[in-house]
């Protein structure tokens, strides 16, 4: 359920790019968490199986040794998606952020701020309950029965090559990040896939705020912003 909901918030994050006109921002996004968020569910799978089905993250705890490969390649999930550099997680948060608060916003002057300060307290909560999450589930003293802790094991190799995977291309998207950010090879290879805004016909100039695209735009922010909180 806490994996569940944090869906919810990182969709947040990509309406708020795409309203804020940073489309690019908001796909990296959609890229990076497909990554991450693919890791932690698996990575749930596997320690539901492990403790027969059990779901209640009160009724688990101590399992980092039980679970050498789960519990690691679980905790790289979580690094990412809380935006701890230099995984995939802090570098598309970081780009929505600043575009946030770069964006004038149409004539609201105090917009951007404001939304960059639900997108930033955002991604502390964000870290803060899935470093809960990872707490309670696999360090601290164990808080199984005995039924279930008799049983517990590692995932099967169909299971862990997975994770293994997922938490490789989380790394990966990090460094291709860090390959091409503020470069102006990256820019133009990010560039040349679209052509210009005049050519599609979206104007250049922001539209006012008492314009159609203006209203559809706060409509989209405004949605997004309350999706992340």
């Known amino acids: 359920r806490v994996l569940a909901y944090s869906t919810i918030s990182q969709l ?8 804020m006109g940073a489309f690019a921002a908001g796909i990296f996004h959609l890229s990076t968490h497909a ?3 693919a890791l932690l569910f698996l990575g749930s799978g596997a320690v539901i199986h492990a403790l027969s089905g059990e779901q209640d993250i009160r009724k688990m705890g101590g399992l980092w040794l039980k679970l050498p490969i789960t519990s690691k390649t679980f905790f790289i999930g979580a690094l990412a998606i809380a935006g701890i550099p230099p995984l995939a997680g802090f570098f598309s948060k970081d780009e929505i952020l600043w575009r946030t608060f770069a964006n004038n916003a149409g004539d609201i002057a105090a917009a951007p701020f404001i939304l960059w300060i639900v997108g930033t307290v955002t991604a502390l909560m964000t870290a803060f309950y899935m ?37 490789s291309k989380a790394w990966e998207c990090s460094t291709a990040a860090r ?29 006012t705020m008492e314009s159609p695209a203006s ?6 922010i405004v949605r997004g912003a309350s999706w992340t909180w």
Request: with cysteine.
């Open 179 to 207: 390959a091409t950010r503020g470069t102006k090879t990256g820019s133009r290879k990010c560039s040349n896939q679209f052509p210009p805004p005049s050519a599609m016909g979206i104007p250049t100039q922001p539209p």
């Open 131 to 167: 470093f809960r999450l990872v707490s309670l589930t696999f360090w601290g003293q164990s808080r199984m029965t005995p039924e279930v802790e008799h049983h517990v094991h590692e995932a099967p190799r169909t299971m862990t090559d997975s994770t293994m995977s997922m938490s």
């Open 35 to 37: 990554y991450f968020k």
């Open 215 to 220: 209203r559809i735009r706060g409509t989209v």
């Open 12 to 19: 947040g994050y990509m309406f708020l790019a795409c309203g």
